[in-house]
């Protein structure tokens, strides 16, 4: 049974942890989550006896697109210990995806993402968080905040030639990178999927430096290959990691027009086709071994990763051929 919280009470708890002048005089109790677009700036959301006073929507920062609210995803301070938590509600989407000839059906699962939280528990490589049931069974998510930066927010800010890049910076982020891959094959192994694996997905702990993914609530269905998805989705972050972010066609007209002459369809990424999947012919440093991984991931490619411990175990031989950090 859900406990009752009175407005004096609520306002004793949530003076803690916000300032007194920016208190709510009344709160809005929310313990069917139902219409998320309801529920909005200084609402309590009661979950499993919890409450949790609304901040504010998270955005989606996906291509640039800073302003993007995600209505069903509320930042929020839990007031019995003033903990910083990411409230997901029950949000329902179904698209296709395509991978080369390969399509997808995906769909936006709160009880798989509840399933990933409980396997990976206290992985550092993960966010942590759990799943709980509303008061009419809504299955929301309750995620620990993570404190630190996106890797795609930390690539875009380096200002130096790829050459300082690759050799300075590189191995110590692809270091990560093979532990954040090692924590995939753990899902892999176990039955599960991330589901959605993209540079603004894995955020860097402030205070271990470990890379984490986020957001594992996408599940997608494909009869031939079950881990495509994922493993293309490490491959187009492998590119942007090893490119120092995305080497393409258009750039590369503008400011090499010669080597712009010499990319060919072969040489881009098998999803996104204004990106050069072959860097070795923009960076001639990249190692013959990694730029031959990234290849794999071309348009015209004819031998695919089917197996994510596989991709690991060659990116692993790859790390004897660079510059330590």
């Known amino acids: 049974m859900l406990m009752e919280f009175s407005d004096e009470g609520l306002r004793e708890l949530a003076s803690q942890w916000v300032e007194s002048a920016r208190l709510p005089k009344l709160f809005k109790i929310y313990s069917d989550t139902t219409d998320y677009y309801r529920i909005d700036y200084d609402d309590v959301v009661l979950l499993g006896d919890r409450p949790y006073l609304v901040r504010n929507n998270e955005r989606e920062g996906r291509f640039g697109i800073d302003e993007q609210q995600k209505f069903w995803v509320k930042r929020a301070i839990d007031l019995l210990d003033g903990s ?5 509600l029950v949000f329902h989407e179904r698209f296709k995806a395509r991978v080369g000839p390969l399509v997808f059906d995906c769909t936006r699962s709160p009880a798989k993402e509840t399933r990933v939280l409980q396997l990976t528990g206290t992985h550092p490589n993960f966010m942590h968080g759990f799943g709980v049931q509303d008061a009419v069974s809504n299955r929301v998510r309750v995620i620990d905040f993570v404190y630190g930066k996106k890797l795609s927010d930390l690539i875009a800010g380096m200002e130096m030639e790829h050459s300082v890049y690759f050799e300075e910076v590189f191995p110590g982020i692809f270091e990560r990178y093979l532990d954040a891959l090692e924590a995939i094959c753990f899902l892999h192994s176990n039955g599960e999927l991330h589901g959605d694996i993209r540079r603004d997905h894995i955020i860097i702990d402030r205070e271990t430096g470990v ?33 120092k972010g995305d080497a393409t066609v258009q750039e590369l007209r503008r400011v090499r027009p010669d080597l712009f002459a010499r990319i060919g369809k072969s040489d881009l990424n098998i999803i996104f086709h204004n990106r050069i999947m072959n860097l070795k012919k923009i960076f001639p440093h990249i190692p013959d071994r990694l730029n031959s991984v990234l290849m794999h991931f071309s348009a015209e490619t004819e031998v695919f990763y089917d197996d994510t411990r596989q991709f690991y175990d060659d990116l692993r031989e790859v790390m004897g051929s660079l510059t330590p950090s």
């Open 211 to 243: 890379f984490r993914w986020i957001d594992f609530d996408f599940i997608y269905h494909h009869h031939e290959n079950r881990l495509g998805y994922d493993i293309f989705g490490l491959g187009n972050l492998l590119a942007f990691l090893v490119g």
């Open 84 to 88: 910083r938590k990411i409230i997901k």
